[in-house]
Every structure is written in structure tokens, then in C-alpha cells.
């Protein structure tokens, strides 16, 4: 089993930047990749970005490049997510999730352990 649990939400101003975190016990997951997903009110959770566990490859859905990175420091079994330049549609509720397949997917459904989930605020 995988215990994850997010770190970091808040409440910031459009513009700011915000850093979460994903620390994960249980097992070690620098075989496994890590994903981050965010859910807004009144809609599906939705894809935000993903690295390997070498951390060699990352993706991210369109709307966060250029503005928020993906890490790993698998040392500390914890996977971070600068998020910066953030904007009234970055609010939601953010979760770290693993996948153990091998690939690095973006959908939920091939991630097998989630967390809890932090939440952030943008305000305009």
C-alpha cells in the first residue's frame, strides 16, 4: 500500500505562485510515476502534469506549460508542483496520484493510489 498526502494549497492572488508537495510512505516510489490532477467545483478532475520515476520524462496538459514544473526528490519519497504565473482557473482542489504500470499516463483511471487532495484559491 501507498499513502500519499498533498501539501501547500492556499489562497493566493492571480499571479502568485505556490508550491505543493506529495509525500508518499508505505513504499518507495522511485519506480513509479507520479501524477498530479486537479478537480475544480462542479467539474470532472481533470490531467495537470506527470513524471517518470527517473524523472526523465514530464508532460503537462497545455493550459500549466510554461507555468508550472513537475519534481521529484525520491530521496525523500516526495514529489513537488511550482505552480507560478497561477490564474482565476487554476482553483481546484489539487491530488497527487501513482501510477506502478511503468508508463506515465494521463489518465486517472491508470493511477492506482491518490491522495487526499490540497486545495487552491486564486483570487482575482
Known amino acids: 500500500q501507498v499513502q500519499l498526502v498533498e501539501s501547500g494549497g492556499g489562497l493566493v492572488q492571480a499571479g502568485g505562485s505556490l508550491r505543493l508537495s506529495c509525500a508518499a510512505s508505505?513504499?518507495?516510489?522511485?519506480?513509479?510515476?507520479m501524477g498530479w490532477f486537479r478537480q475544480a467545483p462542479g467539474k470532472e478532475r481533470e490531467f495537470v502534469a506527470v513524471?517518470?520515476?527517473?524523472?526523465?520524462?514530464?508532460n503537462y496538459t497545455d493550459s500549466v506549460k510554461g507555468r508550472f514544473t513537475i519534481s521529484r526528490d525520491n530521496a525523500k519519497n516526495t514529489v513537488y508542483l511550482q505552480m507560478n504565473s497561477l490564474k482565476d482557473e487554476d482553483t481546484a482542489v489539487y491530488y497527487c496520484?501513482?501510477?506502478?504500470?511503468?508508463?506515465?499516463?494521463?489518465?486517472?483511471?491508470?493511477?492506482?493510489?491518490w491522495g487526499q487532495g490540497t486545495a487552491v484559491t486564486v483570487s482575482s
Open positions: 508505505g513504499r518507495t516510489l522511485s519506480r513509479y510515476a
Open positions: 496520484a501513482a501510477d506502478t504500470s511503468g508508463g506515465w499516463p494521463r489518465g486517472r483511471d491508470d493511477y492506482d493510489y
Open positions: 513524471i517518470t520515476g527517473s524523472a526523465v520524462i514530464t
